[in-house]
């Protein structure tokens, strides 16, 4: 392995993409461990050797680097320049405004497995409720069918969408997978993960049904 050194003075943060792949299915690869576990901390970690071997469950430190260039790489993981804490107040009262930002439209809800939205943002309460249920309707669907999607098919994503004729998403269903827990968010139009606010987000959802386990 080529030698590198860790930039001084920088803290370890998930990028959206990181935060994605981290809740997006439920095979514990290292990857994800990791990830999940920087995401259970109360504010971003030192990014020392220290508190990788930590976070990765490792006394290697030549693995503990090789998996944060792999992580780095795939855009999973970014340095920042000061310390980030996880997002304080009550779930009901920061989830709205941060679901609203991960729609083109402002329209997204998060529903649970039983089909219970649990925060919403932009839909009607009416609609809410029929989307929440559907979620969980979609989800017993995916379960029974995952063999052919999987096997037959290549396809491992548990999302599923109602598109237009051009194929564009109307309404998305994806799933979120932390620890035990499954949510879903409906949204409407475009998913825009690529925000900050889904990072923050992911991590109120782990912080909250996830016991931090260092």
Not at 140 to 164: C, E, F, P, Q, Y
């Amino acid at each position: 392995m080529q030698r590198f050194n860790l930039i001084d003075g920088l803290f370890l943060y998930p990028t959206p993409a990181g935060a994605y792949y981290a809740i997006s299915g439920l095979e514990t690869d290292k990857p994800r461990r990791f990830l999940t576990r920087l995401l259970q901390q109360e504010q971003t970690p030192a990014l020392t050797i220290e508190q990788l071997q930590l976070l990765m469950e490792s006394d290697d430190e030549e693995k503990t680097l090789e998996q944060l260039l792999h992580c780095q790489k795939l855009g999973w993981v970014q340095g920042v320049d000061s310390a980030i804490r996880s997002p304080q107040g009550a779930l009901e009262e920061i989830l709205p405004d941060l679901l609203g930002k991960i729609s083109e439209n402002g329209k997204v809800l998060l529903a649970d497995d039983q089909g219970f939205y649990l925060a919403c943002s932009g839909f009607p309460h009416e609609v809410a409720e029929e989307l929440s249920a559907l979620s969980a309707e979609l989800a017993t669907v995916h379960k029974r069918r995952s063999g052919l999607l999987v096997n037959n098919l290549g396809i491992g994503s548990h999302a599923w969408a109602i598109v237009d004729a051009f194929g564009n998403s109307q309404i998305g269903f994806w799933p979120l997978f932390i620890g035990n827990h499954r949510f879903v968010l409906a949204i409407s139009g475009v998913p825009h993960f690529n925000q900050a606010e889904f990072v923050t987000l992911v991590w109120s959802l782990i912080i909250r049904y996830l016991k931090k386990s260092n």
